[in-house]
């Protein structure tokens, strides 16, 4: 079957094999959350378990095992940790904006009003 | 015996991140308003990202990487044109 | 001359990090590949020169690193607390709600990682900012003390955005 992760030293596959598995799991708690949650700025909040240290705990992975296999740049895994850094606040963000505006024109009262001027 | 442990277990992130998948599409097509199905949209992007790179990491193949790479690409990009959207009605000012 | 080079090169830092990230994703140097790359990172620039970013100054990295250490150690801690508020199996008597902050910061570059520092950490939303109160609003999962919560914002992160970006 597979042959290169064959390769790998025990310590690194112990380590990376917690690390995709803590990932996975925080990710899942996550998407639990964002089912279970009451309301629009609740469910928010649960996503970011898999953007922030879900994703960051399988690119470790990913560059723990690609550096000690020395097979491949690691510059994709740098690539998507700066991406994921940058755009998931800027998503969320601009995510709760766009529901507190559309919540405030339709004058619901579980948002607190704009503020006077 | 060390390569059967992490081949098991990459398996069973799959799976993890495949039920994940799974919650996130509930809530894209549950609703109940519109922020939810993006919300929802942005998290399947998400973990879809980490399934791919499962993949990579399973393969060793380059493939996996680039498409992970372009799949956060698209799920930011399409995210946020959705998210002007909701607010303003129109993605382009 | 000058005015030349503002004018096609406005962020040459920028055009060459974006040049050599092309050429390693391509892993090849071939007269083409940088030919390719050059263009499309000048272009890249040049549009950045168009959207007339603001000025701002960033100093000390040695704050900016201690900055970095306290934000992983709370993203790691509130993953922990967002976890357990998720699986409790009733919600537990938890409240969630928006909570107004006054701020000092006014740096636009400090306001902007703040936003990304606070909404990159679970339990903690940016939702707007009023710019003429200077006030933030947020959105907080698990709102037990608000003043415990102002306290975080300013003390951990507000503090050392000032001192890096004023």
């Known amino acids: 079957m597979n042959n290169h992760l064959a390769d790998l030293p025990a310590w690194a596959a112990v380590l990376a094999a917690l690390l995709l598995l803590a990932g996975a799991v925080l990710t899942l708690i996550g998407t639990v959350g964002l089912l279970r949650f009451g309301n629009f700025y ?76 | 015996m060390m390569l059967n442990l992490l081949m098991g277990t990459i398996f069973l992130t799959q799976i993890l991140l495949a039920v994940a998948m799974a919650f996130a599409t509930f809530r894209v097509l549950r609703g109940p308003r519109a922020q939810d199905r993006v919300l929802g949209l942005d998290t399947l992007y998400v973990t879809a990202t980490m399934l791919l790179l499962t993949f990579g990491i399973r393969t060793g193949s380059m493939l996996y990487f680039e498409a992970a790479l372009i799949i956060a690409l698209l799920g930011f990009v399409s995210t946020a044109a959705l998210a002007k959207f909701l607010m303003r009605g129109e993605v382009i000012e | 001359m000058r005015r030349m080079m503002k004018r096609f090169l406005p962020y040459p830092l ?18 083409g590949t940088i030919l390719l790359g050059g263009v499309l990172s000048l272009a890249a620039a040049a549009t950045l020169g168009v959207l007339d970013l603001p000025g701002g100054r960033f100093r000390r990295p040695r704050v900016a690193l201690s900055l970095l250490g306290v934000v992983l150690v709370d993203i790691l801690r509130s993953n922990w607390a967002v976890a357990k508020i998720i699986l409790r199996p009733d919600g537990g008597g938890r409240v969630s709600g928006f909570l107004r902050i006054p701020l000092d910061l006014r740096a636009p570059y400090g306001l902007a990682t703040l936003a990304c520092i606070v909404t990159a950490t679970p339990g903690t939303v940016w939702v707007a900012y009023d710019r003429r109160r200077n006030t933030l609003l947020l959105h907080i999962l698990d709102l037990v003390d608000e003043q415990e919560w102002i306290d975080t914002i300013k003390g951990r992160y507000e503090t050392r955005l000032m001192e890096l970006f004023e």
């Open chain 1, 42 to 117: 609740q469910r928010v909040h649960a996503p970011t378990l898999g953007s922030t240290l879900g994703i960051g705990c399988i690119l470790l992975a990913s560059i723990l095992v690609f550096s000690v296999l020395e097979s491949r740049a690691i510059l994709h895994e740098l690539l998507i940790t700066a991406l994921m850094v940058v755009t998931t606040p800027i998503t969320l963000m601009l995510l709760a904006r766009a529901a507190l505006y559309r919540d405030r024109s339709e004058g619901s009262d579980e948002v607190p009003p704009p503020p006077p001027g």
């Open chain 3, 14 to 31: 920028m055009t060459a990090t974006l040049l050599a990230v092309w050429l390693l994703l391509n892993e090849s140097v071939a007269p």
